[in-house]
């Protein structure tokens, strides 16, 4: 049972004594950014009113504690938590029932809720599966209670995906408002808001304390969440990119249901109060600070991935133009106009190249500066320094920022620079440069022959280039043992012995290859003729990798892929697919197969004789019945005809025919289809004969002559 919130050790037993002896202990503000012990730390002037990182009191106030839930109570929310995860209902009213009862049991316990460590999960999946009406009953009882909600470790989950999940409904009440104004009753008529008075009510009520909100090891994600709400940006955008979500945050999941971040990749309509509410919010947050406050947050373990943020909402939200503005994010980061080698700015940006926290922010300000501050960065800082900065495992991924902004004359400049260096990455593993170059370069149309020569050189093999190396998989020898030199000289392990977290270069080699397949031309061609050259054993040792995998599936789904390619690729695997079929990984690359097989109607019944062939162990294997599936197995055992039919039409190509359609042609010749190839057997023949008669009739006239 859950223990109330006590301080514990000689420092509560201190504050004790002190209050027992009547000595006064007065409040002091938040007045820091990092932790005191952090050399980095850089404090803020104490004593200062205006500053934006101090809060009000009330956010140093004891912590308010809700109270506990009893034994029966906990039982039972968790009975329904494991239900609510399975969501094992037989229908969405019956689910919709379960959830009214289970709201019903906590009316007024939703705070106790909140914050109880074993039960607040329940809560995050009751706000994932309800209703516009419940979530706006919900807001209602956390109303006043957020800025210690926020700050709370477990309830702060709650109120994130609470706010995550109440968003798309405010563009909803926009589009189609209530006949009967914003306020409406619920079933005990109780005056329940719109939500977008909620989300208004919020952050008046954190107003005041947000400069410290943003570095707090808790509030400051659900913060960042409600900026994103404001904006309009899409939720799982900026999830992606780890600017909301800690990566330590536990998945709270529901069998068959998306989380409210898995929404359209769309931004949403907003009521114009909230744009006036996300400038109040930004300027709240950075409010008294001067250039040295703000950039101290560039290299905080918080403070960093809310910098970008704001800097972000603020370039994209405003528009461009609001650098100009002396007061603005970005100008206060970068006084200098123009920025020099010389000047405070340089400093600050050189220090950020290669620092593991501050080069995030780095790459932000590149990616989002107006198009004259990149230029100005760029001649500055970075069009010398390219090579270097690529060798680095940090400044590599602002390279990697750099190049995707860089136009076809900077672009072609620094392919030039590069290129000679590839070998060189390749062996540092420094993939994720070669990996931007080569979509770029695809993107502005630059030549990608010399980088198709440079890789082939790296990642050569007896048979010229092998792609075996480059996703880090051993060639299979006759024994089954083996090992692949690679381009470090170092020798790979088995696949099934080595886990992808012992070996995380596989990752970034299958990314690789990924890329290059996507560009037609020398790089792509080099990844489909090196698979068709590879053993039939180590393309299965590929398919069942769950990385590797991913290279094979692109490769036979690709539209650079020749249909001479995709034939031989598909026939190295005879064979093997009922095998494949019930493997976790390889079953995707039999779906990719049909997809694969596309103008090769002969080829995919093969495949699918094959798998005919292994029903029984593909029906008691869950990826051996998913492939069954995804083939229409069921109709090609029973209707055969209408699956080639269905085949045919998908495969889109007359020239390969059914095993059932040769056997009838060869049964009736006479109603047999011509196929283009019969058709060119009778021109060939009629123009033989045509010949002939031209020729016999060029003699005629010579065995005449000779006659007389």
Not at 145 to 158: I, P, T, Y
Request: aromatic share 6%; charged share 30%.
């Amino acid at each position: 049972m859950p223990k109330e919130n006590r301080k514990r050790g000689h420092r509560g037993e201190g504050k004790k004594r002190k209050l027992e002896n009547g000595e006064e202990e007065h409040e002091q503000k938040r007045t820091k950014i990092l932790d005191a012990d952090d050399e980095s730390f850089l404090p803020v002037a104490d004593g200062s009113a205006e500053n934006g990182l101090g809060g009000e009191s009330s956010a140093l106030a004891e912590k308010p504690f809700y109270g506990m839930l009893d034994d029966e109570e906990q039982e039972y929310f968790k009975k329904a938590d494991e239900l609510l995860e399975l969501n094992d209902f037989a229908d969405p009213e019956e689910r919709a029932l379960f959830l009214a009862n289970v709201y019903c049991e906590a009316d007024g316990k939703e705070l106790k809720i909140a914050n109880s460590q074993s039960c607040s999960r329940i809560l995050e999946r009751l706000i994932l599966l309800s209703s516009p009406a419940q979530l706006k009953s919900l807001f209602q009882k956390f109303s006043g209670h957020f800025l210690h909600l926020v700050q709370h470790r477990f309830a702060s989950h709650c109120c994130e995906t609470l706010f995550m999940k109440a968003a798309p409904c405010v563009t909803q009440e926009l589009l189609e408002p209530q006949q009967n104004g914003h306020h409406d009753h619920d079933a005990n008529d109780d005056v329940v808001v719109s939500i977008e008075n909620l989300f208004l009510y919020t952050i008046n009520e954190l107003e005041g304390n947000l400069g410290y909100l943003l570095t707090d090891r808790f509030a400051s994600h659900a913060v960042r969440v409600l900026l994103v709400v404001l904006s309009g940006e899409p939720l799982d955008t900026n999830i992606k990119s780890s600017l909301l979500r800690s990566k330590k945050k536990e998945n709270i999941a529901i069998h068959g249901v998306e989380r409210p971040d898995g929404a359209k990749d769309t931004k949403r309509t907003v009521p114009k109060a909230f744009t006036e509410a996300l400038e109040r919010m930004m300027n709240d947050s950075i409010a008294g600070l001067n250039t040295d406050n703000l950039r101290a947050l560039a290299t905080h373990q918080l403070g960093n991935p809310a910098l970008q943020l704001l800097l972000k909402l603020e370039l994209t939200h405003f528009g461009k133009q609001r650098a100009k503005d002396e007061t603005s994010i970005v100008r206060t980061l970068l006084p200098d106009d123009p920025i020099t080698e010389d000047s405070g700015s340089a400093s600050f940006i050189n220090g950020l190249i290669y620092d593991p926290i501050g080069s995030h922010l780095l790459e932000t300000i590149i990616e989002f500066a107006p198009g004259k501050m990149f230029k100005n960065l760029y001649k500055e800082f970075f069009r010398d320094r390219l090579l270097s900065m690529a060798r680095n495992d940090i400044a590599g991924y602002v390279v990697c920022k750099i190049l995707e902004r860089l136009s076809r004359e900077d672009l072609l400049h620094a392919h030039e620079s590069i290129l000679p260096q590839i070998p060189s990455l390749l062996e540092k593993g420094r993939i994720a440069v070669i990996r931007t170059l080569i979509e770029r370069c695809a993107v502005r149309d630059v030549d990608t022959q010399a980088l198709a020569v440079q890789i082939d050189t790296a990642f050569a093999g007896a048979n010229g280039f092998d792609v075996a190396k480059l996703l880090k998989i051993d060639e299979v020898d006759g024994s089954g043992a083996g090992s692949v030199q690679m381009p470090n000289g170092s020798s790979g392990h088995s696949a099934a012995v080595r886990s992808p977290d012992d070996n995380p270069g596989k990752a970034h080699g299958s990314v690789l290859a990924q890329a290059m397949i996507l560009v037609p031309g020398p790089l792509s061609g080099l990844i489909f003729e090196s698979f068709t050259t590879l053993k039939p054993e180590t393309l299965t040792r590929i398919a069942k990798d769950p990385i590797a995998s991913r290279t094979l599936q692109a490769a036979l789904t690709s539209t650079n892929a020749s249909i001479i390619a995709r034939r031989k690729l598909v026939q190295l695997f005879y064979g093997h697919f009922g095998d494949m079929a019930v493997d976790k990984a390889a079953s995707h690359a039999v779906d990719a197969v049909w997809e694969g097989t596309h103008g090769l109607a002969f080829i995919r019944e093969r495949v699918a004789e094959e798998l005919a062939e292994n029903e029984a162990i593909m029906r008691d294997s869950p990826y051996g019945r998913g492939v069954w599936k995804n083939w229409k197995m069921d109709l090609y055992k029973r209707r055969r005809a209408d699956w080639i039919k269905q085949s045919k039409m998908k495969a889109s190509n007359d020239g390969f025919q059914s095993f059932s359609e040769l056997d009838i042609n060869n049964r009736a010749p006479e109603n047999r289809k011509k196929t283009p190839l019969d058709l060119a057997r009778e021109r060939h023949t009629a123009n033989r004969v045509k010949a002939g008669e031209r020729a016999s009739r060029r003699k005629e006239p010579a065995r005449a002559q000779s006659a007389a």
